[in-house]
């Protein structure tokens, strides 16, 4: 290596913001874990509140939207996509309707005819 490259290695190391990076990356490793439990409830609810009433839950669906726009904002921080650091450091994501397709309604009786 030369010096150089050295020198940058070294200031690089001695810097606190790869460091406190790292420490951000491990909160949002930490809450990515929960948060992937959260939508495996909403989707299991989402299932079972369509197969009863034969229509998703509107609040399901949008909290799942919300915390699906958290989880990409939280994965496009720790792959260094982004600098911005989610929720709770940012306003918590709102329903952007435009990206996501009108929930249809449905029932049982569509599939079965």
């Given at each position: 290596?030369?010096t150089s490259?050295?020198?940058?290695?070294?200031?690089?190391?001695?810097?606190?913001?790869?460091?406190?990076?790292?420490?951000?990356?491990?909160?949002?490793?930490?809450?990515?874990?929960?948060?992937?439990?959260?939508?495996?409830?909403?989707?299991?609810?989402?299932?079972?509140?369509?197969?009863?009433?034969?229509?998703?839950?509107?609040?399901?669906?949008?909290?799942?939207?919300?915390?699906?726009?958290?989880?990409?904002?939280?994965?496009?921080?720790?792959?260094?996509?982004?600098?911005?650091?989610?929720?709770?450091?940012d306003e918590?994501?709102?329903?952007?309707?435009?990206?996501?397709?009108?929930?249809?309604?449905?029932?049982?009786?569509?599939?079965?005819?």
């Amino acid at each position: 290596m030369n010096t150089s490259t050295d020198s940058t290695i070294k200031h690089n190391l001695l810097s606190s913001k790869p460091w406190l990076r790292l420490i951000f990356m491990l909160l949002f490793l930490g809450i990515l874990q929960i948060a992937s439990i959260v939508i495996s409830g909403v989707i299991a609810l989402q299932f079972l509140f369509s197969l009863f009433t034969g229509k998703p839950s509107t609040t399901l669906t949008v909290f799942g939207g919300q915390l699906s726009q958290y989880i990409y904002q939280a994965l496009a921080f720790l792959t260094y996509q982004s600098e911005q650091k989610p929720y709770p450091f940012d306003e918590w994501p709102e329903e952007n309707v435009s990206s996501r397709e009108k929930v249809p309604n449905w029932s049982l009786n569509n599939f079965l005819h």
